[in-house]
């Protein structure tokens, strides 16, 4: 019965409509960067002091055990502190964040725009990358006063927070994307901090074998690495590059893994 | 409210669609109708199929059969006109309109938009379709201008016509005034008419509305309508909407589909499908305490009514009608009468007819 027949005198009825254009990726990205940085002001701000105060205080502990001045585990201590605060919040808040709207269906609402995916997984991951700035910097700073390191190698944390940030969000917006429910996005992205603490905090020199390969397999790790080299003295900047470079490999892939779950989420 | 005793009060009634099967429902679904045999399709939906997977019992819980949320459904929607989508909860009103838009793949069917196959291309329903779901949690925590300016932006405007349109929309809906404010801290009601304005900034030819209004305030209410009514006139466009609110879909709605079990049970103009029940009058009475026993009229009367509590509702013929108030309010029953209404049939009435069992109309 049904066909709607096109008669002669319904011009244009079976001539498809013009399609509005796609949003264009830099655009696009750009306007859900500034609609999640916006979001700071409303709900994210106590758990950014959260993530600042959990890294300060681990270094206040560690101080009863790490000598000050520029050792291998003052160092160690003060990075490790430093990038854990964009694991808690990249890769922890990221996953709850993603796992949430997914399990609400509030993906549904970037779904019905015709906006790229690599917009909303890349805006969303870079906006939580941002949402580390103050924390890192805050720590990094508390820590180098707090062990006597010199405050001369924070510069490297303009590149360190970028490339640890991307790895870290894309693997927490993959985690959050991926998990068949919410609940598990969180123990996940729980997990993840519990791991970038346990790995990137302790002096690698004090672990078991096995628990080094687990360490090398964090992309925080090379940034821990990266920073903790430029906080004493006769920097290897061969080693420091080579670090950089591996986190911001690491940060394509999980940022591509990223892209990849949200299209697998928000497609049907 | 009790209605399970509904088939009683229409005695032999045939209903205009007696057997629901599924060969059935495609000749139940909403073709053109003959007035409007000018117009253009702007939606079509034929033999939309979704059912939802069983779940195996975990633990203490229990087996969840398969849900056919849509079974065959068929649609024709014109260019401009307000098509609306009623039913209870459970009905498959928000899975019909999730396959429409491309979130959700139907099992079987067609469905072609503006000429454009959406069941083969789904992505390119944000291209044709604004859409309003029903979480709103993507922008829960964005201020109610950088919500709509975020939706602008996203829909493919630039930035600075995204910030005109979000402000012209806001304006538009009286939201000017909570511009500022996160939608998080809104009451409900604003809430919702921030998801309207997030929807309606950027334009599109096709409009997918999931229970716009829900919530909101008279004033809230009217500002949607005559947005949507605006969209219309000027740029022809086409609304698609959900509601469960049958005051709403008899006066905005150019025609509805009525929807049960996730089949079209009927369709047509309101007023169309109010005369499918006849000329039968809804007199409500309510009494104070208990009515008079000993009036034989009342005894007479309590036979054919539906009671709830101290309501007795009685669908009757205009003539009896107007006799059954004399008799109430002219005898000994008046003393004990609380209130009584006598309405011409809603769509409620006629959903009831058409054999609909859901209980989750509004009329408010």
Known sequence: ?????????????????????????????????????????????????????????????????????????????????????????????????????????????????????????????????????????????????????????????????????????????????????????????????????????????????????????LPSTYGVEALAQVLGPGADWGSVTANLAVCAAAGALALALATWAYRRAAGR | MARGGEGAAYPGRVSPFPAQTGVNMVEAGCPPDDGAAGSVTALAVRGLTKTYPGRRARGRSRDQPAVRASDGIALDVHRGEIFGLLGPNGAGKTTLVRQLTGLLRPDEGSVSLLGHDLVRYPRRAPRLLAYLGQDATAIDELTVSLAAETAGRLRGLEAADARRAAHETLDELGLGELAARPLKRLSGGERRLAAVGATLTGERPVLVLDEPTSGMDP???????????????????????????????????????????????????????????????????????????????????????????????????????????????????????????????????????????GEGLVKA
């Open chain 1, 1 to 217: 019965m049904t066909a709607t027949l096109p008669a002669p005198d319904r011009p244009g009825a079976d001539a498809p409509a013009p399609l509005a254009p796609q949003a264009r990726l830099w655009p696009s990205l750009a306007a859900v960067y500034r609609s999640q940085l916006s979001r700071a002001r409303v709900a994210r701000i106590p758990l950014l002091f959260v993530a600042t105060f959990q890294s300060i205080g681990i270094m206040i502990l560690m101080r009863g055990v790490v000598d000050s001045g520029p050792g291998d585990e003052a160092r160690a201590v003060v990075a490790g502190s430093s990038v854990l605060v964009v694991a808690f919040v990249a890769l922890n808040l990221l996953a709850q964040y993603f796992g949430r709207l997914r399990a609400e269906g509030g993906l549904d609402f970037y779904a019905t725009l015709p906006v790229p995916g690599a917009a909303v997984a890349l805006g969303t991951a870079a906006a939580y990358a941002s949402f580390t700035v103050p924390g890192v910097v805050v720590t990094a700073v508390t820590g180098c006063l707090m062990y006597g390191l010199p405050l001369s190698g924070l510069w490297l944390l303009v590149a360190v927070v970028p490339l640890a940030g991307a790895a870290l969000a894309g693997l927490g917006a993959a985690v959050g994307l991926l998990a068949p429910r919410a609940e598990l996005a969180t123990l996940c992205g729980q997990l993840g901090m519990s791991a970038a603490l346990l790995l990137g905090v302790l002096p690698a020199s004090r672990m078991p074998e096995p628990i080094t390969w687990l360490r090398d397999l």
């Open chain 2, 219 to 357: 004033v809230a209410r009217r500002a949607v309508w005559s947005a949507i009514d605006r969209r219309r006139a000027e740029r022809g466009a086409t609304v698609v909407l959900v509601t469960h609110n049958v005051i709403e879909a008899e006066t905005v709605l150019d025609r509805v589909a009525v929807l049960d079990g996730g089949r079209v049970i009927a369709c047509d103009t309101p007023g169309g499908l109010k005369s499918l029940v006849g000329d039968e009058v809804r007199l409500d009475l309510v009494w104070r305490e208990q009515p008079p026993a000993a009036d034989p009229a009342l005894a007479r009367l309590r036979e054919d009514a539906r009671i709830s509590g101290r309501r007795w509702t009685l669908r009757l013929t205009p003539e009896r009608a107007r006799a059954v108030v004399t008799t109430v309010t002219a005898g000994p029953a008046f003393g004990a009468l609380d209130d009584f209404t006598l309405a011409t049939p809603s769509l409620e009435d006629v959903y009831l007819a058409l054999g609909g069992r």
